[in-house]
């Protein structure tokens, strides 16, 4: 098994520009999160589907951000516009049935907005 | 608000030395889970503790859940640099959230 896919592994960006982050999780696996990650804040749920639905965006710092989940296997976290305060590193995670199982998370994106 | 609060932030120590590193709330979790994180890496799931004054072991490695189910820690023997990493607690169930509600951290340095 590939494990979580997150692409690309590293993104800079210039401020306003719009970033898209990609997430195919472990086949099989039902629920999908979007964290966020500084040393600031440490790890942040953005937000959480389960059956491609999102069930809880309440983590989505604001309209910027929005996510998708067309299938069970692919989704996308995107940024528009991009603000230098977006920098981080976003992880994907699967898991089978909720947070309740263990999550496996994706290498990260380690994102630079200039 | 920060659900769980880590301590310490920071730990440095010896090889071979004990530690107890720690993750404390007000909140009560249905379950806790540790991940251990390395750098340019996602974390990965170390163990779930369930059951309030549970005590589970992984080889060196002694976690135990609260029996309020508020608070864990995590007790390492005789560290080894391999153990050098981010160690993060993170609560399920707790604050109304359905993902996994993560403390800051704690960063370990083994040094040999």
């Known amino acids: 098994d590939a494990g979580v896919i997150q692409s690309p592994r590293h993104e800079v960006t210039e401020m306003g520009q719009e970033v898209t982050l990609r997430c195919k999780p472990i086949?099989?696996?039902?629920?999908l999160f979007w964290y966020r990650q500084t040393m600031m804040r440490g790890l942040e749920l953005l937000i959480y589907?389960?059956?491609?639905?999102?069930?809880?965006d309440s983590g989505m710092p604001e309209d910027r951000f929005s996510a998708k989940m067309p299938n069970a296997s692919f989704s996308t976290l995107k940024i528009q516009p991009s603000e230098p305060r977006d920098s981080a590193v976003y992880f994907c995670?699967?898991?089978?049935?909720?947070?309740?199982?263990?999550?496996?998370f994706g290498p990260g994106t380690r994102l630079t907005v200039l | 608000t920060q659900l769980l609060e880590q301590s310490p932030q920071f730990l440095s120590i010896q090889e071979g030395e004990n530690l107890t590193v720690y993750c404390n709330s007000s909140?009560?979790?249905?379950?806790l889970q540790w991940y251990r994180q390395e750098p340019g890496e996602g974390p990965v799931l170390l163990v779930t503790?369930?059951?309030?004054?549970e005590v589970k072991k992984l080889k060196r490695l002694t976690f135990q859940f609260g029996d309020a189910r508020k608070d864990s820690s995590l007790h390492i023997t005789a560290a080894q640099t391999g153990d050098t990493g981010l160690y993060l607690c993170?609560?399920?169930?707790?604050?109304?959230?359905?993902?996994?509600?993560f403390g800051k951290g704690t960063h370990l340095i083994i040094q040999p």
């Open positions: 995670a699967s898991s089978f049935s909720g947070s309740y199982n263990e999550q496996f």
């Open positions: 086949s099989g696996h039902n629920s």
């Open positions: 589907f389960n059956n491609n639905v999102p069930i809880d």
């Open positions: 909140s009560v979790f249905s379950s």
């Open positions: 503790v369930v059951t309030g004054g």
């Open positions: 993170a609560g399920v169930g707790g604050g109304g959230a359905d993902g996994l509600t």
